[in-house]
């Protein structure tokens, strides 16, 4: 397994934006644009919840929470994964996990925290 790097998560007030990124290691080979993406966060006392998924023809998918205020998106000459917040709540405070889902490689997370 390798290991993803997440990064972009910080600390911003309700109603904000942050944007996240993700990038593969050089050891992941050219078929990095044939992998399924996605995006999971954990809570504090929650389990970890796949938020969205990029697929490798460029399909998406979101959990109903989030629907019309994150947008993933890839760029396959970079590895590299991205997601887009728009109008945070509290309730979007976690750690945020980038995945492979074809593969089942984790990075460390990037946190995000919204106050009130």
């Known amino acids: 397994q390798v290991r993803l790097v997440e990064s972009g998560g910080g600390l911003v007030q309700a109603g904000g934006s942050l944007r996240l990124s993700c990038a593969a290691p050089h050891t992941i080979t050219s078929t990095f644009w044939g992998f399924d993406m996605a995006w999971y966060r954990q809570g504090q006392g929650n389990q970890r919840e796949l938020v969205a998924v990029?697929?490798?023809?460029?399909?998406?998918n979101y959990v109903d929470s989030v629907k019309g205020r994150f947008t993933i998106s890839r760029d396959n000459s970079r590895k590299a994964i991205y997601l887009r917040m728009n109008s945070l709540p509290p309730e979007d405070t976690g750690l945020y996990y980038c995945?492979?889902?074809?593969?089942?490689?984790w990075g460390q997370g990037t946190q995000v925290t919204v106050s009130s």
């Open positions: 990029i697929r490798g023809d460029g399909s998406t």
């Open positions: 995945h492979i889902e074809n593969r089942g490689d």
